[in-house]
Structure formats: C-alpha cells, structure tokens
C-alpha cells in the first residue's frame, strides 16, 4: 500500500493494508481504510488525508494503452490502430485493468501496434492521419530553448492532426 499526498504528486510512505471498512461515507465517498507505516520520514501524522493505491499483483508482459486511446461503443470497447499507409482501423478490444491512465489490452491489439489517442471524436475507420511524435516534439523544444533561452510549452500540435501512441 502507498500513500501518497492530496494532489496525489508526492509518494509519502509505503505501508501494509491491515483492514477494510464495509461501510461508503456518502457525503465524502470515501471509505476508511487501516494500514501500517514506518513514517521512517515522519510525513504522515494523524488525521492527515491521504490518497492511496492498493497493488492487487502483476500481469506480465501485459499489452498497455493510454486509457485516452480506449472508446466505448455498442460493440463494446475499441480503439483505432495506425496503419503502414497511416490510415487508422477500428480494432475491437476486450480492457482488462486500469491503473492510472494506462488501461490492459487483454485481447484485440499486439505489442507495438499504434493506437490514435487524440482527435477521436471525428475519426472514422479508415481516415489518414499524420503520427505526431511527442518525445521528438519535446527533445527539439528542450534543444531551442537552450540555444536562445525560449522555449513553447503549449503542446500543441498542427490543426486536424492526430496523435497517435504505440501499445505496449
């Protein structure tokens, strides 16, 4: 069990689950938990609200998506994959767990396939679209600012473009 800080930004302990109340606070909707700490650091203290995270195991060499790339249709979830002529197709998916904003493909997509995360709303199976590398974006803008000292942060991208991301 972690317990990590109210913008959920900063790690403050790791610790044991000891119990579980079976009782929703309704006004609040949180539930009360018992766990141990070390507080080696002494950054929790009683009282404190916290936001944790709870590890129920390990999926190994699970395929992974941003939770942004997984719709929700009548057929049920899917996401749009890039293909070679980057052109996109609709792939039907069964989403397994979600941890954070990465969802487990547990069927429908292989590891290193391409999947659009941005501008879903007015893809269709089949539209072009130009892949936008994010890391190549951010290492060019992290080269101009230390050669005149600026550097855009907004990260947009061209207009109508999509992104797209690899699973992995």
Same mark, same amino acid.
Do not use: C
């Given at each position: 069990m972690e317990a990590w800080d109210r913008d959920n930004r900063n790690k403050? !302990?790791?610790g044991a689950l000891l119990a579980i109340d079976n009782q929703l606070n309704t006004s609040t909707g =949180? *539930?009360?938990l018992k766990a141990r700490f070390a507080n080696a650091n002494e950054a929790l203290f009683p009282n404190q609200f916290v936001n944790v $995270?709870?590890?129920? %195991?390990? #999926?190994?060499n699970a395929v =992974? *998506?941003? !939770? !942004?790339? @997984? #719709?929700? %249709?009548k057929a049920g979830s899917?996401?749009? =994959? *890039?293909?070679?002529?980057?052109?996109v197709s609709l792939n039907k998916i069964s989403a397994g767990a979600r @941890? %954070?904003?990465i969802v487990i493909v547990e069927q429908g997509l292989q590891p290193g396939q391409r999947v659009v995360v941005d501008g879903l709303d007015k893809l269709r199976d089949g539209a072009k679209v130009t892949v936008v590398d994010r890391a190549a974006q951010n290492r060019q803008a992290a080269q101009g600012a230390g050669k005149n000292g600026r550097h855009k $942060?907004? %990260?947009?991208g061209p207009a109508g473009k999509r992104r797209a991301s690899a699973a992995q």
């Amino acid at each position: 069990m972690e317990a990590w800080d109210r913008d959920n930004r900063n790690k403050l !302990a790791d610790g044991a689950l000891l119990a579980i109340d079976n009782q929703l606070n309704t006004s609040t909707g =949180t *539930v009360n938990l018992k766990a141990r700490f070390a507080n080696a650091n002494e950054a929790l203290f009683p009282n404190q609200f916290v936001n944790v $995270r709870l590890s129920l %195991g390990e #999926q190994e060499n699970a395929v =992974t *998506v941003p !939770a !942004a790339a @997984v #719709q929700l %249709g009548k057929a049920g979830s899917y996401v749009y =994959t *890039v293909n070679a002529d980057s052109s996109v197709s609709l792939n039907k998916i069964s989403a397994g767990a979600r @941890v %954070g904003d990465i969802v487990i493909v547990e069927q429908g997509l292989q590891p290193g396939q391409r999947v659009v995360v941005d501008g879903l709303d007015k893809l269709r199976d089949g539209a072009k679209v130009t892949v936008v590398d994010r890391a190549a974006q951010n290492r060019q803008a992290a080269q101009g600012a230390g050669k005149n000292g600026r550097h855009k $942060r907004d %990260g947009s991208g061209p207009a109508g473009k999509r992104r797209a991301s690899a699973a992995q």
